[in-house]
Every structure is written in structure tokens, then in C-alpha cells.
């Protein structure tokens, strides 16, 4: 009966603390806003620390002697040692996992092959449950003696990369441009920072291109990367670009609509030769040209298509190769045209650079191709190109009705006064040279990241 009676407390201990974790972790800790990593790691301990105390008073309230069991447990504890020393090295790494905080439960890891998010971090053990909806248990010594990779240790972004090789003899510019339209057309992809092509070299089998694409969505990486090669492979099949490795195909017989299709393809004219027609990049020599190809992308808008609404924050910077975009301001009783953006103009510079929502509606007005750069890539545009700087700063002061459509708003931000209005050259310059003063180079950005 004392046998008895000594396991039903210890019994009763243990499921005390258990039930102590789980009402600190589910209720109590909910109150000081802690994140889950650090309410479970907390509850953990408390709980530990409760069952060791409730042990020791159960042990001598029920005549347990430990000064007499001293030598025999000293005797027991050398072999217990020797035989449960991945036991003992487990317990002080879940301790070390919980204290440190470095892995929290709900972060997304790469551990070895595997890929999940942990669930649960015990004294012994972690459980990481996967992608496929497997759960896991790794001890924790094999955790904190191999890298582990955090993809959500400071913030949920990340980067996608895509690999692609196309054959020998393919336009490294048409290549670019599909790849950035790939990655322009998902909305999970960050325009800041851009994404980025790069050829990283002529290979035997062909040219080796890389995408790399910034999203705030990293625990969706997996189906980012699906769409993105779904859209490369459309954009590089439109354009007749071969990957490399790609067999000859004999077209014994073309429907009219395949041959409307590549005739379609064949007219649409590269990147490289519609950009140096725009009046900002006119003088542009080779190497700034693969430059700004590398910066955008095109998209082509049908009539009445709504590109952005009224009152959405900016996010691209847009150039009107051919059609025309109409900016409407709407209200509760009548929408109005307040003016249009034909062939050779741009917009979207002030929603970038004052951080302000678009004042209107922007509609095709018939249909129009426009040529789409992310707000990180317009403005090491602008830092690397004096001349285009100051061409949109001209352009934007000789357009008064646009700066009159975000007068409200920049003078509820405080951005505008009543003089700047008589000097609108004056007052985007120096708009423009504070905003890019509070920027890092591009060449910065890219060894951080």
C-alpha cells in the first residue's frame, strides 16, 4: 500500500504539470502577447520545475530518507550514467532548445531531407510535422548538433530560385524578359526587392539562367515555384526558345491556328529593340540597355482592363509602350477622366517615391503594352542614372494636372505647401534627392542579401 500510495502522488504530480503547460501555453500566456515559440518554451519550464518540487515533496513526506540513499544512488548513478548518456544528452539539449529560443514552435525548417514546421519541442524530443502531413520525432540532441536551417527565424520572406538552360544560340535578352514576366505576374512575389535574373554561364548543354524571386509567403515556396516554371515554360514555347537538351521536332502538318499562333510570335517585337523608342532611354548603349531589360518586365492590358484602383498603394513603375492608359478619379456619385498616358509616357513614380496610394483609377484605354518595373528596381534606376532621374522629375513638373490630382494627399502627409506648387521642378527634385539619400546602393543590397 505505502508502494502504491508513493505512485499514485507521483502520478498525480506529473499530470499536474501537465496540465499547468497546457493552461500557460492555450490561456494564461495568451494575456502578455508572447509568440507561440516563447509561451510554449515558458510553459515548458514551469511545468519541469513544478514535477521536480512535487517529486522531492512527495519523496520526504512519505519517510523517504535521501541522506541514507545517498551512497546508493551514487553507486547506481555512475552505471546509469554509462548506460543512458544519449538519454542524459537529449534532456540537456531540449533544455538548451527551450532556453534559447533559436527554434520556436510554428517555425518553418529545413533539418537534413526533412521540411516541416515544429509542433512540439519537449525535454527529450521534437516533433516537426511535414508537408505531407507526417509527424516527425527527432531527438533533440540531433537537432542541436547539425545545421539547421530557420526559414522564419526573423520574418516569413525568402527567396525562390529557378534554374533554367536553354539551348545554344538563344537571345539572352528574350530569356530574361520571360523570366521576369514570370515572376512580375505572381502577386506573392515582392517588388522590393525586385526580382533578379542572372546568367551564370555558357554551359555545354546550353545557357544557364537563374530567377531569383522575394516573397513574403516562404512557407508557400513550393507552389511559387510550380506557377513560376508554368509561366516560363508558356513564355519560352511563345517565343519559340528552346531548353536545352531539347529534340528537333519535323512538323509534317500546322493547323492555321498554330501558324496564326507563330506568326503572332514572330511579329512581337523584342524588348531590346522597343525600349530605346521610349524618349527616356533613347541614348542608350548596349550594355545599359541589357541593364534595363533586366530591370522590368512587359504586360499587355485589353481595353478597359483596370490595372490599379483608386486608393491601392503603389507598387511598379510604368512605362506606355504603345496604346493608352486613362487615369479616372472616382466618387460615390460620378467617375471623371482627369487626363491620359499615350506612347513614350510613364506613371506610378509618385505613389513609389512619396509613399502615397494612387489618387486614380487606371484604366486601358484601348489596347496597351506597358513596360512593368518593381519599386526596388526603379529606384536603383534612378540612383544609377542621373539623366533619367531628372527627365522624370521634368516630366513629372511640366504634368501639373497630375501633381494636382495628390495635392490632398500629399498635404494630409505633409509633403506639400502652398509654394511648392509654384515650383514644381523644384519640389520633386527635392523630393527625389531625399528619398534616394535614405536608400543603399544596389550593389549593397545584393551581397546582403
Not at 516563447?38 to 519517510?63: D, F, I, N, P
Not at 505613389?351 to 529606384?379: E, I, K, N, W
Not at 495635392?407 to 502627409?413: A, G, H, T, V
Amino acid at each position: 500500500m505505502w508502494v502504491l500510495q508513493v505512485l499514485l502522488l507521483l502520478v498525480a504530480v506529473s499530470l499536474a504539470a501537465r496540465l499547468l503547460k497546457r493552461l500557460l501555453a492555450g490561456r494564461v500566456l495568451l494575456w502578455f502577447s508572447l509568440p507561440e515559440g516563447r509561451r510554449e518554451a515558458v510553459a515548458t519550464l514551469v511545468s519541469l520545475g513544478l514535477a521536480a518540487l512535487g517529486y522531492v515533496v512527495v519523496a520526504q513526506g512519505m519517510g523517504l530518507d535521501f541522506g541514507a540513499l545517498a551512497v546508493l544512488f551514487g553507486a547506481l548513478g555512475v552505471g546509469v550514467g554509462f548506460g543512458l548518456q544519449e538519454l542524459t544528452r537529449n534532456l540537456s539539449s531540449g533544455l538548451t532548445l527551450l532556453m534559447e529560443g533559436k527554434l520556436k514552435v510554428g517555425d518553418l525548417i529545413e533539418f537534413g531531407n526533412t521540411t516541416g514546421y515544429i509542433r512540439e519541442i519537449s525535454i527529450r524530443s521534437t516533433v516537426i510535422r511535414t508537408f505531407q502531413g507526417a509527424e516527425i520525432v527527432v531527438p533533440n540532441s540531433a537537432i542541436t548538433n547539425a545545421p539547421v536551417k530557420n526559414l522564419s527565424y526573423l520574418s516569413p520572406d525568402g527567396r525562390v530560385d529557378v534554374e533554367v538552360t536553354v539551348a545554344h544560340g538563344s537571345d539572352a535578352l528574350a530569356v530574361t524578359e520571360v523570366l521576369l514576366e514570370a515572376a512580375l505576374a505572381e502577386p506573392s512575389v515582392l517588388a522590393d526587392p525586385p526580382p533578379k535574373v542572372l546568367l551564370h554561364g555558357l554551359q555545354g548543354q546550353g545557357l544557364a539562367f537563374e530567377l531569383w524571386a522575394w516573397t513574403s509567403q516562404i512557407h508557400a515556396s513550393l507552389s511559387l515555384r510550380s506557377s513560376l516554371n508554368y509561366a516560363i515554360e508558356q513564355g519560352l514555347r511563345d517565343r519559340q526558345i528552346e531548353l536545352a537538351g531539347a529534340r528537333q521536332q519535323v512538323q509534317l502538318l500546322t493547323s492555321r491556328h498554330g501558324a496564326a499562333k507563330d506568326a503572332e510570335a514572330q511579329e512581337r517585337s523584342p524588348l531590346r529593340s522597343s525600349l530605346p523608342d521610349h524618349p527616356c532611354f533613347s541614348s542608350m548603349d548596349e550594355r545599359r540597355l541589357r541593364e534595363l531589360v533586366g530591370s522590368g518586365a512587359r504586360r499587355f492590358l485589353p481595353t478597359g482592363t483596370v490595372l490599379v484602383r483608386q486608393g491601392e498603394e503603389g507598387r511598379f513603375f510604368y512605362m506606355v509602350l504603345n496604346g493608352a492608359m486613362d487615369a479616372i478619379h472616382e466618387t460615390e456619385r460620378v467617375s471623371r477622366k482627369l487626363f491620359t498616358f499615350d506612347a513614350g509616357e510613364f506613371f506610378g513614380e509618385l505613389p513609389l517615391l512619396l509613399q502615397v496610394p494612387y489618387p486614380t483609377t487606371m484604366v486601358a484605354a484601348q489596347d496597351t503594352t506597358l513596360f512593368v518595373v518593381p519599386s526596388g528596381s526603379f529606384r536603383a534606376l534612378l540612383a544609377s542614372r542621373p539623366e533619367f532621374a531628372d527627365t522624370v522629375a521634368q516630366e513629372v513638373a511640366r504634368r501639373s494636372d497630375v501633381l494636382r490630382s495628390y495635392e490632398d494627399c500629399l498635404r494630409q502627409r505633409g509633403l506639400l505647401e502652398d509654394a511648392d506648387l509654384g515650383h514644381p521642378l523644384q519640389w520633386f527634385r527635392e523630393r527625389l534627392r531625399r528619398v534616394l539619400a535614405g536608400r543603399p546602393p544596389l550593389a549593397t543590397i545584393e551581397v546582403e542579401e
